[in-house]
Nanobody, 122 residues
Framework: QVQLVESGGGLVQAGGSLRLSCAASGRTFSASVMGWFRQAPGKEREFVAAITLSGSITRYLDSVKGRFTISRDNAKNTVYLQMNSLKPEDTAVYYC???????????????WGQGTQVTVSS
């Protein structure tokens, strides 16, 4: 089993940057695909980025490509989401998740954190 705790959210002006972290506990972290998702008020949770076990393969939501970077440090049991050039439409609660497959589908992820709020002001 994997327990996930996100941190690093906050309020930032448009064009600014934030780095989210997700600390995982549990021996299966290094065997898990890690993903970041987000949910804005009144909207469904959507995929943002995912990274494979070795970190060699990543995938992104089209609207964040070139602005967001997902990475992981298996020695620290942590996955990161570096977010640059933030836009007001990036405002949401961001969740990390762990699963077995590198997929954008929320149902494929078994474990979820509690989320961290990101607010981008215009």
């Amino acid at each position: 089993q994997v327990q996930l705790v996100e941190s690093g959210g906050g309020l930032v002006q448009a064009g600014g940057s934030l780095r989210l972290s997700c600390a995982a506990s549990g021996r299966t972290f290094s065997a898990s695909v890690m993903g970041w998702f987000r949910q804005a008020p009144g909207k469904e949770r959507e995929f943002v980025a995912a990274i494979t076990l070795s970190g060699s393969i990543t995938r992104y939501l089209d609207s964040v490509k070139g602005r967001f970077t997902i990475s992981r440090d298996n020695a620290k049991n942590t996955v990161y989401l570096q977010m640059n050039s933030l836009k007001p439409e990036d405002t949401a609660v961001y969740y990390c998740a762990a699963g077995k497959y590198n997929t954008p589908y929320t149902g494929a992820y078994e474990y979820w954190g509690q989320g961290t709020q990101v607010t981008v002001s215009s």
